[in-house]
């Protein structure tokens, strides 16, 4: 199989087991640190490039609302991760019970933008209603600088993402829409949760 693995704490024991089970996947990473813990673990990494598509995407979130609409990018990886998010032909996440949230946005929304435009993208996120921006000490794995906007709460994800998606400078945001993920497994003390476009259900 040909498989996107994401960046984050969750997902550095999905690919754990991974490699235990299906060294002989191919992969793409959306980290450089993805990228090296499936090398030392075995897993061919290869460019998406060179993968062309993915049968499935495994990746984490920092918030999972009700209708299954997300923020990431809290680990700077946000750019990447869409891509191969776009690629799969399954898209999964996987979370413990403390993502779960009624309303995105406490966690923050993250912003990769061009160094050109730092400023110019900070004032434009506090015009539209941000009530604070900052700017991480380090880069994307891009090279580029990452902004954080406190926009809670979002009542609307996709109406938010579309407006900062018309703000030049902005690379990408942390918004991913309910319609690009396929499942959402959620980690409980007593087993694992399952929310699909549906709605949830356990298994």
Not at 27 to 56: H, N, Q
Not at 98 to 104: A, C, E, F, M, N
Request: proline residues 6%; glycine residues 12%; negative net charge.
């Amino acid at each position: 199989m040909r498989v996107g693995l994401g960046t984050g704490s969750t997902v550095y024991y999905t690919i754990l087991e991974l490699a235990e089970r299906s060294p002989e996947i191919t992969c793409i990473g959306t980290s450089d640190k993805t990228e090296a813990l499936a090398r030392e673990r075995g897993l061919t990494v290869v460019t998406p490039g060179e993968i062309g598509s993915l049968d499935v995407a495994i990746d984490g979130a920092d918030e999972v609302d009700p209708s299954m609409n997300l923020v990431k990018g809290g680990g700077g990886a946000l750019t990447r991760e869409k891509i191969v998010a776009e690629l799969a032909d399954e898209f999964i996440v996987v979370v413990d019970r403390s993502k779960l949230v009624d309303r995105l946005g406490r966690f923050g929304l993250p912003f990769e933008v061009l160094e050109f435009g730092v400023e110019p993208v900070r004032r434009r996120l506090l015009a539209l209603g941000a009530q604070d921006v900052t700017v991480r000490e380090a880069p994307s794995d891009n090279g580029n600088p990452l902004l954080d906007a406190d926009f809670f709460p979002i009542d609307d994800p996709a109406a938010l993402g579309r407006s900062c998606h018309e703000i030049p400078g902005v690379i990408e945001h942390g918004i991913f829409n309910s319609a690009v993920v396929d499942r959402v497994c959620v980690a409980h003390d007593d087993g694992v949760q399952e929310m699909h476009p549906r709605g949830p259900g356990s298994h």
